[in-house]
């Protein structure tokens, strides 16, 4: 299974970590930011679901953050280019 495979399947065995990562996300846009790492919105869903919430943690690859903020822009294309990204290279 590629890489893209297994974050689609991530992404639909675990949908919380994409709603926390579009509030997140979300939250910045609202607070004036015009570029954010997508990194620092990961490490929030991290923080905040180890940390501040009593539910259980997600743990998120890192190979996985690309693929979320290029999700991000995707179902939000007025945010296009919101976070920096590289040709792939797998």
Same mark, same amino acid.
């Given at each position: 299974?590629?890489?893209?495979d297994? +974050?689609?399947? +991530?992404?639909? #065995?675990n949908?919380k970590?994409? #709603?926390? *990562?579009e509030?997140?996300?979300?939250?910045?846009?609202?607070? /004036?930011?015009?570029k954010? $790492?997508? +990194?620092?919105?990961?490490?929030?869903?991290?923080?905040?679901? $180890?940390?501040?919430? $009593?539910?259980?943690? *997600?743990?998120?690859?890192? #190979? *996985?953050?690309?693929?979320?903020?290029?999700h991000?822009?995707?179902?939000?294309?007025?945010y296009d /280019?919101?976070?920096?990204?590289?040709?792939?290279?797998?």
């Amino acid at each position: 299974m590629n890489l893209e495979d297994r +974050w689609l399947k +991530w992404h639909k #065995d675990n949908p919380k970590v994409y #709603d926390l *990562f579009e509030q997140f996300t979300n939250e910045a846009i609202q607070r /004036g930011h015009k570029k954010l $790492s997508a +990194w620092l919105i990961i490490n929030r869903v991290r923080w905040e679901t $180890s940390i501040v919430t $009593s539910g259980s943690d *997600f743990k998120i690859s890192n #190979d *996985f953050i690309a693929y979320y903020s290029r999700h991000f822009m995707l179902l939000n294309p007025k945010y296009d /280019g919101f976070f920096t990204t590289k040709k792939m290279k797998r």
